[in-house]
């Protein structure tokens, strides 16, 4: 598993866990990132950055699964509270249902999420749609369609998602997997930021925050994820919103 760690130069004694998306999402995500874990830092926490084990920077064996990209995220959240720190998590996209399963089985301080996926079926749907629109853009459009490739997917093949593989056994692995259940069993503070413009989306965040007591804000202007590596994007206010929450969360 491939680390990367902010380290304060004034101790207050957090850390948060950042779990990256996969796939484009994890690229357009990359620099937010980065610039979450600096901004942690400056406020005295530890950031911890990865690529979950062969994903990325990151050598390892077997298949990528939602399992195993807990358990990554968990076995560096156990790396930092041998120091006595307490933990938070923060996920983008389908990081997000990473850091909620990790953030309810190691009992975090908190849960922040950036554009979460919020049911992985539609996430992967989505995913797939995108190749299919690039393709028609492109004017490289064959007669495959969103349901043959999930086809073949549940024949046992590898599908490429612009660029990127994606197997059976990750898809399989997150089957039925939805943030509501995730948050179930997550029992901290949670808040959520909207990025994109979609209103099913938003309705989505919406009712979690009715019946689960997740905290719902917006940027500003709405942008869609994958801009958020343009060299213009991300927001500054996105950057210290996130970071001062995490840190109000595990200060001490």
């Not at 692995?173 to 069993?185: M, V």
Request: hydrophobic share 45%; net charge negative; aromatic share 6%.
């Amino acid at each position: 598993m491939f680390v990367s760690v902010a380290v304060p130069e004034e101790d207050n004694g957090g850390a948060v866990i950042v779990c990256p998306s996969l796939m484009t999402d994890a690229l357009a995500g990359y620099r937010a990132e980065v610039l979450l874990a600096r901004s942690l830092a400056a406020k005295g926490h530890a950031a911890i950055r990865m690529h979950y084990r062969g994903t990325g920077h990151s050598d390892g064996d077997g298949a990528v699964t939602f399992d195993s990209m807990v358990d990554d995220a968990i076995r560096a959240a156990d790396e930092v509270a041998r120091h006595g720190r307490p933990v938070a998590f923060v996920g983008s996209r389908l990081g997000a249902l990473v850091a909620a399963a990790a953030a309810g089985r190691r009992g975090a301080r908190a849960l922040a999420m950036w554009e979460p996926a919020t049911e992985a079926e539609l996430y992967f749907r989505e995913s797939v749609r995108g190749r299919l629109m690039r393709e028609t853009v492109q004017r490289n459009r064959t007669k495959v369609t969103a349901r043959g490739l999930f086809a073949e997917l549940a024949g046992g093949a590898t599908i490429d998602v612009l660029g990127y593989p994606l197997t059976p056994q990750l898809y399989e692995s997150f089957a039925g997997r939805t943030l509501a259940a995730l948050l179930d069993a997550t029992r901290c503070p949670a808040l959520a930021v909207h990025f994109g413009r979609s209103q099913a989306h938003q309705e989505a965040l919406a009712n979690l925050a009715a019946s689960h007591g997740l905290e719902v804000d917006a940027v500003p202007a709405a942008i869609d994820w994958w801009l958020l590596d343009n060299g213009r994007l991300p927001p500054e206010a996105l950057i210290e919103h996130t970071s001062g929450w995490l840190a109000e969360q595990v200060g001490r």
